[in-house]
């Protein structure tokens, strides 16, 4: 089993090539839920929805979220009716976030409520969110503190932000689950996505930490110079104190990565970086991406114990 970190975009994309080399069944999806939402009937969980429409082959690949073709007449006539919602959401899209909506009011665990969804929708790998205990990433711009959601997509991230928080009620803990599959793994893959908003969230859940060190991992950085290719990570890192670049994505990762990947274009190398193709526009580059961290995790532990 060959186990991903992942949020909504970068991973996402370089798990669409691991399906090029490995089964589904083989393929393990540990996803953040610090961006999930309660919307208008039901519960968004952005990161999760776009790996179950990936696996489910009904994921919007122009965009990375959302169902190809969906339509949006509900959230059309919401807005009509004075209904604030600043997230496009499509009809399809809402029908998955009212009945994950509905079996969370029913007591299910969002563990539980996503291995059902993806049952139903025919997906074969395991895709797992980090925690059942809800925990959100806010940024504090301008004396303000606001959900990420509200940052990135009401403001399109066009505002300064101060800090990164993580609200949560109880620390969000690994779900046993999600230990399991670390325990198991042959190989782990921290995939290029945001190392603030979507990975640090699940080095943070209590457990994942200590189950990294008795396996493989890779990294692959999202930024190429100091630039990511999409998103906010750059005003992120910044926030939390990083450089914006693949430097500062290492040292988000200190201690816990035995192999580093950058792109061959960034002109910032760093010490003992392997050089690829991470740019996953098309996808075999993706493919031959997956294929190369496979080959690097069969060789083992690099790290120090
Ligand atoms: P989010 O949940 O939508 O923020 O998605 P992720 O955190 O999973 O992904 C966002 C990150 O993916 C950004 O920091 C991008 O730089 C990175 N990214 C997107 N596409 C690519 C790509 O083709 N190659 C690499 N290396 N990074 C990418």
């Not at 409520?113 to 049952?119: D, Q």
């Not at 993706?286 to 120090?304: E, F, H, I, P």
Request: aromatic content about 6%.
């Amino acid at each position: 089993m060959i186990v991903f970190l992942s949020g909504g975009t970068g991973t996402p994309k370089m798990v669409r090539g691991m399906r090029e080399v490995l089964p589904d069944e083989e393929i393990t999806v540990i996803v953040n839920t610090a961006e999930d939402l309660w919307i208008p009937g039901g519960f968004l969980s952005p990161d999760i929805d776009t790996l179950l429409y990936l696996f489910a082959g009904s994921l919007n690949t122009d965009t990375w979220w959302g169902i190809k073709g969906d339509s949006c007449h509900t959230h059309q006539e919401l807005l009509r009716l004075g209904v604030d919602e600043y997230i496009t959401v499509g009809d399809r899209d809402r029908a998955i976030h009212i009945a994950r909506g509905e079996m969370l009011r029913k007591g299910l665990t969002l563990t539980e409520a996503t291995l059902a969804l993806g049952r139903a929708l025919g997906v074969k790998a395991r895709i797992l969110p980090m925690t059942d205990s809800p925990v959100a990433t806010m940024v504090r711009a301008g004396g303000r503190e606001i959900h990420f959601q509200e940052y990135w997509v009401r403001h399109r991230g066009r505002i300064g932000i101060d800090e990164v928080i993580r609200r949560w009620e109880v620390p969000p803990r690994a779900t046993p689950e999600v230990l399991s599959s670390l325990r198991e793994a042959r190989g782990v893959i921290i995939g290029p996505s945001n190392p603030i908003s979507s990975i640090l969230p699940i080095l943070e859940c209590e457990g994942v930490r200590q189950a990294l060190r008795n396996v493989p991992v890779v990294a692959v950085s999202p930024f190429i110079g100091d630039s990511p290719i999409s998103g906010p990570a750059a005003a992120l890192m910044r926030a939390r104190g990083y450089s914006p670049d693949s430097a500062g994505t290492c040292e988000v990762y200190a201690g816990l990565v035995d192999y580093f990947i950058q792109d061959i274009r960034d002109p910032f190398p760093v010490d003992g970086s392997i050089r690829a193709d991470t740019l996953m526009d098309r996808p075999r580059i993706a493919a031959d991406l997956a294929s190369l961290s496979l080959t690097l995790l069969s060789k083992g532990r690099t790290r120090d114990r």
